[in-house]
C-alpha cells in the first residue's frame, strides 16, 4: 500500500516512519509513505500558500493552485487510482471499521489542512472524502494524518509480527478489549486473576469474553447493540 501525505510540513510525516509498526511496515515493504508540501508548487517570492477569506473574518485560508498542482504531481507519482482523504474536523468519524477499509485501498493520499482549512472549490474538486479523528479542533491536520498512518499501517497483513493481536484488538469485534496481565503472577499491587494461570483455555476464553462484555457495558455502552448480542454473550452478561 502506497499513502502520500499532503502537509506544509512534511517533515512531521516523516517521523512516522521512523517508529514502531509504522517503520516496521516500511522495512517489510508493505507501506510506501511519502510527504508532499505544496509550498513547493507556490509561486512568487514569498511561496504563498494561503490567502485571507472572502467575506471578512479570520484566519486565512489555503490557496486553491498550490494545493493543486501538489495533487497533481502526487497523481503522476504512481499509476495506481488514488482516494484522496482530506483531514478534517467535519468528515467522517474514524473507526476501526473505516481504518479497515482504508487499509484495504491500494493508495491513499492525505490532505492536511492548516488556518482556517482549505479552498472550498479544491476540496469539492478534488476529494473523495473528509475524516475526521474527533469532535475537536487541532491545529493542522498532520497529527489526523499521523493517526491515520499508523492505524491503517498496523492493519496491513505482516507488519504485526503477531497478527492474532489485530484480531483482538478493541472494536475488532465491536467490543472493547479484555484486561491484559504479564509476570509476575503476584505482586504489591495485586495477583493475576487464577483463571489465567489454570490452563483451561475455554475458561479463559469465557472469562476473556466476560470482561469484554462487562468493560464495554460500563465504559461504552454506546457500542453495545444487545440485539445483536448471541444468547452466549447475552448469559454471559447477565452472570
Ligand atoms: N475552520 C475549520 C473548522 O472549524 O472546520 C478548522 C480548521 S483547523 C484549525 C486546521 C486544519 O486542521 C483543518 O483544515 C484540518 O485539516 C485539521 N483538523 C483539525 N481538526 C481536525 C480533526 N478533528 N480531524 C481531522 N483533521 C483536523
Known amino acids: 500500500m502506497r499513502i502520500d501525505v499532503v502537509s506544509l510540513f512534511p517533515e512531521f510525516i ?35 500558500v494561503d490567502d485571507r477569506p472572502f467575506g471578512g473574518g479570520p484566519g486565512m485560508v489555503m490557496l486553491i493552485d498550490p494545493l493543486r498542482a501538489c495533487l497533481r504531481e502526487v497523481r503522476a507519482a504512481d499509476p495506481r487510482p488514488a482516494r484522496v482523504v482530506y483531514m478534517s474536523p467535519q468528515g467522517a468519524p474514524l473507526t476501526q471499521r473505516k481504518a479497515r477499509e482504508l487499509a484495504a485501498s491500494d493508495r491513499l493520499v492525505l490532505l492536511c489542512g492548516r488556518y482556517e482549512g482549505v479552498d472550498e472549490r479544491l476540496l469539492r474538486a478534488e476529494v473523495d472524502e473528509e475524516l475526521s479523528i474527533g469532535d475537536y479542533v487541532l491545529s493542522g491536520g498532520e497529527l489526523a494524518a499521523a493517526v491515520v498512518v499508523d492505524t491503517v499501517a498496523r492493519l496491513q497483513d505482516g507488519a504485526l509480527n503477531d497478527a492474532e493481536s489485530a484480531v483482538q484488538d478493541s472494536f475488532e469485534d465491536g467490543l472493547l478489549d479484555c484486561p491484559h496481565y504479564t509476570r509476575p503472577v503476584a505482586h504489591a499491587l495485586g495477583d493475576v486473576p487464577g483463571v489465567l494461570l489454570s490452563g483451561n483455555h475455554a475458561e479463559i476464553a469465557r472469562w476473556r469474553r466476560m470482561q469484554q462484555l462487562g468493560r464495554t457495558w460500563s465504559r461504552r455502552p454506546d457500542l453495545i447493540d444487545e440485539r445483536a448480542l448471541s444468547p452466549a454473550d447475552r448469559k454471559l452478561l447477565d452472570a
Open 14 to 48: 516523516a517521523q512516522c516512519a521512523a517508529f514502531g509498526v509504522t517503520g516496521r511496515a516500511i522495512e517489510r515493504g508493505l507501506l510506501t509513505l511519502e510527504g508532499w508540501n505544496p509550498r513547493d508548487h507556490a509561486e512568487g517570492n514569498y511561496r504563498r
